[in-house]
């Protein structure tokens, strides 16, 4: 016998509230504090909070001063403890909300304001959206045909370095980081006296599109700097790819890139500085990638 449906129809997903879930438990994770769940509690003495499950499920370890010393070199999910062949609660609602913020961070946008803000000029490639970015890879590694006038039209040629951003995978990391990079980019590699492009950012783009903008601009070296694919831990990464002089047919291995650009991993001015310091460095050798 089927059961009658509820006259008020099927639940429904207020969206809008796991969107302000997720955001919080970014931000909260960001500044190293255990993410809250929920509405607000009625009182400090009442937080609700996804409890520490890493180290504190096992009960005593063998050896703490080793298991400190483990606990402090990774973010990774070690130590935990299982109840029976399953993860305890709190590991799990933790799991969850990690991938929670992964989802988010591929799924959502780079504010509109934070370009404004940097000035740059942007572009777009040949994916009209997020589902197609997502589904049509090559169609992120070249640009549009309106891109490239915009690149004929109002970039400048023929720069040492032409620096260029893009959302990536992980739209979260270019809203949270981009500005402070940029900034540092931006002095250390006036600094070194290096010819700098015309920056840009191009919307839902990956990351061989820089050797087409290379290219097109004449430049003799790029640096493409975008939103790492986010893992079950840091939703909010960037990576930095730099290339000399690409070709037609260049690959990964003609590229370098400095990965895990965030506060808790390379901290994005110290990696603007050393993103600098490896552009003086293949300008000099003329060179870059594996052929090193």
Do not use: W
Request: with cysteine; aromatic share 4%.
């Amino acid at each position: 016998m089927s059961r009658p449906s509820s006259a008020a129809g099927p639940a429904t997903i207020d969206r809008e509230r796991v969107a302000e879930l997720v955001r919080a438990t970014l931000a909260e994770l960001k500044g190293g504090r255990a993410p809250r769940i929920g509405p607000a509690p009625a009182s400090a003495s009442e937080p609700l909070l996804l409890s520490p499950d890493r180290g504190v499920n096992l009960g005593a370890p063998f050896d703490d001063a080793a298991m400190k010393g483990m606990l402090s070199v990774t973010p990774a999910r070690i130590a935990v403890g299982r109840a029976g062949t399953r993860y305890r609660t709190n590991t799990l609602l933790r799991f969850r909300a990690d991938h929670a913020a992964a989802k988010d961070a591929v799924m959502s946008e780079v504010d509109v304001k934070v370009i404004e803000k940097l000035g740059v000029v942007e572009l777009t490639t040949r994916a009209k959206d997020k589902r197609m970015f997502l589904e049509r890879p090559d169609a992120g590694r070249a640009l549009s045909d309106e891109a490239k006038e915009i690149v004929a039209s109002r970039l400048a040629r023929a720069p040492q370095v032409q620096v260029a951003y893009g959302d990536g995978l992980s739209a979260a990391a270019v809203n949270a980081h981009l500005e402070a990079f940029h900034g540092a980019l931006t002095r250390e590699l006036a600094a070194r006296s290096i010819r700098v492009g015309t920056p840009v950012f191009i919307r839902r783009s990956r990351v061989k599109v820089m050797d087409e903008l290379a290219r097109l601009t004449d430049a003799e070296a790029c640096v493409f700097t975008c939103g790492e694919r986010p893992g079950l831990g840091f939703a909010d990464s960037l990576s930095s790819y730099y290339i000399y002089r690409p070709a037609s047919g260049a690959t990964d291995a003609d590229r370098e890139v400095l990965s895990n650009i965030n506060p808790r991993g390379v901290e994005p001015t110290k990696a603007a500085a050393m993103v600098a310091d490896a552009c003086v460095r293949i300008l000099r050798d003329k060179k870059s990638g594996v052929v090193l």
